[in-house]
């Protein structure tokens, strides 16, 4: 299970959607109520088998991370996904 985590306020992620793109796993969503020069955080956690959130998943690029978002369609890029899924998957066992 993949999270996404949004620190925020008044702030809505929507139309969350995931398609796999060679190793890399892209996520796409919609934001909107963002105010001008307000500061967010965006950022993707995982889970294996129902147990803790674990995170955040580092090997991320594209609309994450604490910055000023904007309303708007966004995307972020999970790279090696299938890399870090297995290392995930070995811990776990």
């Given at each position: 299970?993949?999270?996404?985590?949004?620190?925020?306020?008044?702030?809505?992620?929507?139309?969350?959607?995931?398609?796999?793109?060679?190793?890399?796993?892209?996520?796409?969503?919609?934001?909107?109520?963002?105010?001008?020069?307000?500061?967010?955080?965006?950022?993707?956690?995982?889970?294996?088998?129902?147990?803790?959130?674990?995170?955040?998943?580092?090997?991320?690029?594209?609309?994450?991370?604490?910055?000023l978002f904007t309303d708007g369609a966004k995307?972020?890029?999970?790279?090696?996904?299938?890399?870090?899924?297995?290392?995930?998957?070995?811990?776990?066992?």
């Amino acid at each position: 299970v993949i999270t996404l985590c949004f620190f925020a306020q008044s702030q809505t992620v929507s139309n969350v959607d995931s398609y796999q793109e060679g190793t890399n796993i892209v996520i796409t969503y919609q934001l909107t109520g963002c105010q001008a020069n307000q500061q967010s955080g965006l950022f993707i956690y995982y889970s294996v088998n129902e147990d803790r959130f674990m995170g955040p998943i580092k090997t991320v690029t594209g609309d994450v991370g604490d910055k000023l978002f904007t309303d708007g369609a966004k995307k972020a890029v999970l790279h090696e996904f299938l890399s870090l899924a297995n290392s995930i998957l070995k811990k776990s066992t």
